[in-house]
């Protein structure tokens, strides 16, 4: 049997949110089937995977305490200087995170996480200048780019010129999949569900000013997610709930557990889903798992993701989206519809298929360098 190719995955540029995550999933997935590969994951502390969690190799990188510049600096060195040492030991690097050292000789494949280094409407500042700069060297010098959408794929080569042949689509997977509702809903009054960090490209402000359009007067809107990410924002968005004076009906909910949020999806009356910026939005195949109504956006990564499932709204216009949630509990056959049609997409949406397009990716890209490198030699 022959043996199993080496692939170095660097997920120490992932600090949270979505892309970690997404890391911890498909090295979850890995663990379980490395599909004839033999895995190498380097992870910065907090990553949330215990070594020998997994059937993967974990190697934890310390980065200097402190500010959180001198961490950048030290994750930039290890990237930079240590990394291409390490590099060859290995088949293929993975960085799953859109940067990767400067200088490898080793096979690339990089993945676009983060839009906001290519859709700078909702943030712009010198960090995400400087990463950008690097992920346009990365992306162009990788041998294979990975997106999480088609949307995100045609959202970045707008803006950065990379040939096609070279681009990818691999959809993320579901987390978890929840039961059907076994018990009644414990919520007071029905409330509107949202699980999302408090951040401007959430476009918040639209499902807030939809609170007084809504017919049912003891609607309310429940948020889920960290403010500390943009304090500013979070604050603009209290003001806001205190200007229109729909206090009572808002609840912000700070960071749940995973479990919490699938509770909230199967008790609300739906996912109003307002994001004008994402790369994959992973509450929209969370809502169709737990047959909750989604209100979305009319974003093309929505319409991508949800289809058919959801309904969906002009992405500032809250009295449009609060007739969408009227449409819900007016025509209930329709969202029945809706709901199985959800359900049945969600199927394409799973870890093992994400993870087998992945890995059917690595293996083309390391045939083709070793095919290169073969008729080099015989030229």
Not at 224 to 231: F, K, L, Q
Not at 309 to 316: E, K, N, P, V
């Amino acid at each position: 049997m022959p043996e199993a190719d080496r692939v170095l995955i660097d997920a120490t540029a992932l600090t949270g949110g979505g892309g970690r995550e997404y890391a911890r999933c498909l090295v979850g997935e890995l663990g379980r089937d490395p599909r004839r590969f033999e895995i190498t994951v380097l992870a910065s502390e907090g990553f949330g995977v215990e070594r020998g969690a997994t059937g993967c190799d974990l190697t934890v990188i310390r980065l200097p305490a402190g500010p959180r510049a001198l961490r950048v600096l030290g994750r930039v060195a290890h990237q930079e200087l240590i990394l291409p040492f390490r590099l060859r030991d290995f088949d293929l690097l993975y960085a799953p995170a859109d940067v990767g050292p400067r200088f490898h000789s080793t096979p690339l494949v990089a993945m676009v996480q983060n839009l906001h280094l290519w859709d700078n409407r909702f943030y712009d500042n010198p960090r995400l200048r400087l990463l950008q700069r690097r992920a346009r060297r990365t992306l162009r010098g990788a041998d294979r780019v990975v997106f999480p959408s088609q949307a995100a794929l045609a959202s970045v080569r707008r803006r950065l010129s990379l040939p096609l042949e070279r681009c990818v689509v691999v959809h993320h997977g579901l987390t978890w999949r929840p039961a059907e509702r076994t018990r009644p809903a414990t919520a007071a009054r029905p409330y509107l569900f949202l699980p999302c960090a408090l951040e401007r490209h959430k476009n918040l402000e639209v499902l807030i000013r939809s609170i007084p359009h809504l017919q049912d007067p003891l609607l309310e809107v429940w948020i889920a997610g960290p403010s500390e990410t943009d304090p500013k924002y979070a604050r603009q968005i209290r003001s806001l709930v205190d200007r229109l004076g729909v206090r009572p009906r808002v609840r912000l909910l700070g960071p749940l557990s995973h479990d919490e949020v699938m509770t909230h999806y199967r008790d609300a009356l739906a996912l109003v889903f307002c994001s004008k910026l994402e790369s994959f939005g992973l509450p929209l195949p969370e809502a169709m798992a737990a047959g909750t109504p989604i209100v979305a956006a009319d974003e093309p990564i929505h319409r991508e993701i949800a289809g058919d499932a959801a309904l969906y709204f002009r992405s500032d216009d809250s009295v449009e989206l609060a007739r969408c949630v009227a449409r819900i509990a007016a025509d209930r056959e329709a969202t029945r519809r809706r709901i199985e049609t959800g359900r049945a997409r969600v199927a394409r949406f799973s870890w093992k298929q994400s993870t087998d397009r992945l890995c059917a990716v690595f293996r083309q890209v390391i045939d083709e360098r070793r095919d290169a490198c073969t008729a080099q030699v015989r030229a």
